[in-house]
């Protein structure tokens, strides 16, 4: 028994690998499409290529996990039926594709030989597209995984499946916790197909009608010099540079006199050497400020990049008093 799992390229049929065309041609070979919304579909059945598509699988299941181990189990079960079989994916098996590592583990529990045949990935083919190369500090995510916290405006930023407007609204709104309005993003549609196209907006204009949105709607943030909010990097970066001054702090009465007296009650532990007293009074300030955050954050009054920018000039303003450069 033996699944090949291909790669079908990010649209135009030139972009996939030799094999993986060989395979998709070869009528002797029962083959499983885990979807048909792909450009090259039109093409293979107008050349009444036979294929089924796991799109039903969709529509039934209740989340994408439930979807992703019902098309596992069933390619499984395929393979034993059919001895051989081609499992498709858009792209390139390990580029945002979830059924893949999957499928290879449930094939290694049942002894079944897995073969990868790779093709263009969708990041090769908006590369070009964009005509960047945006490969160092890149953070790549689909619009369904995407971990706003791991955003950093330093770094380029690609996500994909943006599917229609209103994800497009909803990550238009997270990333405004982020980047200022206008920023300039890049929306790429069909990258590598016929019908491609790069379209330069401003932030602002990310869910506006004009713009369409499909399954091949990828967006693309190009690394910024300045954020639009500070985060904890460059708070600690502020107070190491202060570090070297901190008695001058003291002196020239930047602390409230309640801060100071948790400082003199600190200091007296770290002489008698209780460390363990340290951190519960240190946690305790530390889960308080978290606390009243996200209280602020839950009444929309402000969010943590407010109180971390506020916080960062602050800082600015002491070392200004300090005369550090």
């Given at each position: 028994?033996?699944?090949?799992?291909?790669?079908?390229?990010?649209?135009?049929?030139?972009?996939?690998?030799?094999?993986?065309?060989?395979?998709?041609?070869?009528?002797?070979?029962?083959?499983?499409?885990?979807?048909?919304?792909?450009?090259?579909?039109?093409?293979?059945?107008?050349?009444?290529?036979?294929?089924?598509?796991?799109?039903?699988?969709?529509?039934?299941?209740?989340?994408?996990?439930?979807?992703?181990?019902?098309?596992?189990?069933?390619?499984?079960?395929?393979?034993?039926?059919?001895?051989?079989?081609?499992?498709?994916?858009?792209?390139?098996?390990?580029?945002?594709?979830?059924?893949?590592k999957m499928i290879i583990e449930k094939s290694e529990i049942e002894?079944?030989?897995?073969?990868?045949?790779?093709?263009?990935?969708?990041?090769?083919?908006?590369?070009?597209?964009?005509?960047?190369?945006?490969?160092?500090?890149?953070?790549?995510?689909?619009?369904?995984?995407?971990?706003?916290?791991?955003?950093?405006?330093?770094?380029?930023?690609?996500?994909?499946?943006?599917?229609?407007?209103?994800?497009?609204?909803?990550?238009?709104?997270?990333?405004?916790?982020?980047?200022?309005?206008?920023?300039?993003?890049?929306?790429?549609?069909?990258?590598?197909?016929?019908?491609?196209?790069?379209?330069?907006?401003?932030?602002?204009?990310?869910?506006?009608?004009?713009?369409?949105?499909?399954?091949?709607?990828?967006?693309?943030?190009?690394?910024?010099?300045?954020?639009?909010?500070?985060?904890?990097?460059?708070?600690?970066?502020?107070?190491?540079?202060?570090?070297?001054?901190?008695?001058?702090?003291?002196?020239?009465?930047?602390?409230?006199?309640?801060?100071?007296?948790?400082?003199?009650?600190?200091?007296?532990?770290?002489?008698t050497e209780d460390y363990v007293k340290i951190e519960d009074i240190?946690?305790?300030?530390?889960?308080?400020?978290?606390?009243?955050?996200?209280?602020?954050?839950?009444?929309?009054?402000?969010?943590?990049?407010?109180?971390?920018?506020?916080?960062?000039?602050?800082?600015?303003?002491?070392?200004?008093?300090?005369?550090?450069?």
């Amino acid at each position: 028994m033996k699944i090949f799992i291909i790669g079908l390229g990010p649209g135009n049929i030139d972009l996939i690998s030799k094999k993986a065309y060989d395979l998709i041609f070869d009528s002797k070979v029962r083959k499983i499409f885990r979807t048909k919304q792909h450009e090259m579909i039109n093409e293979l059945e107008s050349k009444n290529i036979d294929f089924e598509s796991m799109d039903y699988l969709y529509d039934s299941s209740e989340n994408f996990e439930e979807v992703y181990g019902k098309i596992t189990d069933y390619v499984i079960e395929s393979v034993k039926k059919y001895d051989t079989i081609v499992y498709a994916v858009p792209g390139s098996p390990f580029v945002t594709e979830e059924t893949p590592k999957m499928i290879i583990e449930k094939s290694e529990i049942e002894k079944i030989d897995v073969e990868i045949i790779p093709s263009v990935s969708f990041i090769d083919s908006i590369i070009c597209s964009l005509k960047k190369d945006p490969t160092r500090n890149l953070y790549i995510s689909d619009y369904f995984n995407i971990d706003i916290t791991r955003i950093n405006p330093h770094d380029n930023i690609l996500i994909s499946q943006v599917y229609d407007r209103f994800k497009a609204s909803d990550l238009k709104i997270k990333l405004l916790e982020i980047y200022d309005d206008e920023q300039d993003i890049f929306i790429v549609n069909s990258s590598g197909g016929k019908e491609e196209k790069v379209e330069k907006v401003k932030l602002y204009e990310m869910d506006y009608g004009h713009i369409q949105y499909n399954h091949l709607t990828s967006i693309f943030i190009e690394s910024v010099k300045e954020k639009k909010f500070k985060d904890f990097y460059d708070l600690k970066k502020e107070f190491e540079e202060i570090s070297d001054n901190i008695d001058k702090i003291y002196d020239l009465d930047f602390l409230s006199i309640e801060d100071n007296e948790s400082i003199k009650i600190i200091s007296k532990f770290i002489k008698t050497e209780d460390y363990v007293k340290i951190e519960d009074i240190l946690s305790e300030k530390i889960v308080n400020i978290f606390l009243i955050i996200s209280l602020l954050e839950k009444s929309e009054i402000y969010s943590i990049g407010d109180i971390v920018n506020t916080a960062f000039y602050k800082l600015k303003n002491i070392k200004k008093r300090l005369k550090i450069e």
